[in-house]
């Protein structure tokens, strides 16, 4: 069993940056691929970014975060970053992260919520124009 609790969200105008932390419970969590999500309201979850497990520590990125996000872990620590930069209002969403086995790192496995296990509640981040 892992338990997530993200944090770090908020309101920022656009052009901004936030970065989100994603804390994990469990001794196994070095062995989870993570990854971070996106919902906003009337819309389907978004994947955003995924990052493997050590020591590739690989990183996938959808197309609309790519050079604007970055995705990190410290297995050390039991945690999982997305770094926001150069936010937009479109960014507006509830975000999630995410693990799940690790073997959902082939194909395009890692981009599917349904492949995920373990969520986390959540945390608002809002752009303003």
């Known amino acids: 069993q892992v338990q997530l609790v993200e944090s770090g969200g908020g309101l920022v105008q656009a052009g901004g940056s936030l970065r989100l932390s994603c804390a994990a419970s469990?001794?196994?969590?070095?062995?989870?691929?993570m990854g971070w999500f996106r919902q906003a309201p009337g819309k389907e979850r978004e994947f955003l970014a995924a990052?493997?497990?050590?020591?590739?520590?690989?990183?996938d990125y959808a197309d609309s975060v790519k050079g604007r996000f970055t995705i990190s872990r410290d297995d050390a620590k039991n945690m999982v970053f997305l770094q926001m930069n150069t936010l937009e209002p479109e960014d507006t969403a509830v975000y999630y992260c995410?693990?799940?086995?690790?073997?959902?790192?082939?194909?395009?496995?890692?981009?599917?919520?349904?492949?995920?296990?373990?969520w986390g509640q959540g945390t608002q981040v809002t752009v303003s124009s």
């Open positions: 995410a693990a799940g086995r690790s073997d959902i790192w082939s194909g395009n496995e890692r981009r599917s919520a349904d492949n995920y296990d373990y």
């Open positions: 990052i493997s497990t050590w020591p590739a520590h690989s990183r």
């Open positions: 469990g001794r196994t969590f070095s062995s989870y691929a």
